[in-house]
């Protein structure tokens, strides 16, 4: 089997754009297809190597990503691999979205093709976690949405990610995620397992069908993602085991254990960790119970508070679970001291917000009531 990375979060693999301090490589100072210079490399993965690099045309820093080839392949495979590659990637230019990482270019050298992508001032959401720690849930699901987004807007396009994961996710500034390694990760092939029998991915978030030879789709990027916003709030994948053959395992026999703490993001992942594509959570339904468990739309300042000018702060994540009464106290407790004028003002736009929480509550509660008679 060709594994990119170890079934728990360590070593799956980094992403462009993490801000990792991994030296000079071999490879510093060469020119690609006469306009790339590579000038540090910021990460390793089992399907290719990530460089800083400065385009000597446009004179701006990007990402570029050598893809190699994985040992294991046959002869077919190893023939196909670079048009596949930037085929994929090609297909992936075509995605224009805030939670995708914008691909610009791609080269052929040397036989081999090379991926010019954006370069996100981040780190990955693996490198959050293990410096960090696990999040809580209210941050995960708003990093979620993010990421299922994106996933939906890749999928509208036709698509696939296949190698959705912690290191795959790019953490910038005010939690903003973005989604990387589109038209790289899905040089996998249309199907999981190759004429040799290989399966490429990081065992940890492969969907059940895929692991038993099915051909990738929608549905096992979401699993994917369930796998990844388990990870985010426990630190761990839902299957982690000490072997990738017990990884797969786990994941074909068992249940996902979901901790007490855990537990209001419970209804995602149990939709989305459904070993049965079929009944799996569709993306926008996902997209919807992260909004309303992570407390809506982030703001400018990642989406931790909502500070008026005449009151004190209310976390979104508290508005959505205190409920339209509390938060009518609270807003209504924020007006006071101000002229009349303005508390009206005040008054009827925080009504308006508190209006839009109620149905966003609703919609929530029509969600859950669908993902039950699904059933």
Do not use: C
Request: proline share 7%; net charge negative.
């Amino acid at each position: 089997m060709i594994l990119d990375g170890a079934p728990g979060l360590p070593g799956a693999g980094e992403s462009a754009g993490m801000g990792a301090d991994m030296g000079l490589g071999m490879g510093a100072g060469r020119v690609v297809a006469g306009r790339y210079r590579l000038l540090e490399e910021v990460g390793r993965g089992g399907m290719g190597v990530v460089w800083r690099a400065r385009d000597g045309v446009l004179d701006r820093e990007v990402a570029v990503k050598e893809v190699v080839v994985p040992p294991g392949l046959d002869e077919a495979g190893r023939e196909a691999l670079p048009r596949r590659a930037v085929r994929e990637a090609r297909s992936a230019a075509r995605l224009s979205h805030p939670g995708v990482v914008t691909v610009f270019d791609v080269v052929e050298e040397d036989g081999r093709p090379w991926v010019v992508m954006e370069l996100v001032q981040a780190r990955s959401l693996q490198e959050v976690i293990r410096r960090e720690g696990p999040l809580a849930p209210d941050r995960a699901a708003r990093i979620g949405r993010q990421v299922v987004a994106a996933l939906g807007a890749a999928h509208a396009a036709g698509i696939l990610h296949r190698d959705v994961k912690p290191g795959n996710v790019l953490i910038a500034r005010g939690d903003r995620a973005v989604l990387t390694d589109f038209g790289i990760a899905v040089i996998e092939g249309d199907a999981s397992l190759t004429q040799t029998g290989a399966l490429l991915g990081s065992p940890a978030y492969i969907a059940p069908e895929r692991v038993r030879g099915e051909p990738a789709q929608p549905a096992s990027d979401l699993w994917a993602l369930g796998a990844t916003l388990y990870a985010a709030v426990t630190g761990r994948p839902p299957f982690q085991r000490d072997d990738p053959a017990a990884v797969f395992g786990a994941v074909l026999t068992t249940e996902a254990t979901i901790p007490p703490y855990a537990d209001p993001l419970r209804p995602v992942l149990e939709g989305l960790l459904d070993k049965d594509p079929r009944r799996r959570l569709p993306a926008d339904v996902a997209e919807a119970l992260l909004l309303a468990l992570g407390g809506g739309e982030q703001g400018r300042d990642g989406g931790r508070a909502v500070t008026g000018d005449a009151g004190p702060a209310v976390t979104r994540a508290e508005a959505v679970v205190a409920g339209p009464t509390s938060v009518l106290e609270s807003v209504v407790e924020g007006t006071r001291g101000g002229g009349p004028e303005a508390g009206e003002e005040e008054v009827f736009w925080r009504i308006g917000g508190v209006l839009a929480y109620s149905g966003i509550a609703l919609l929530v509660l029509g969600v859950l009531l669908v993902v039950l008679s699904l059933r």
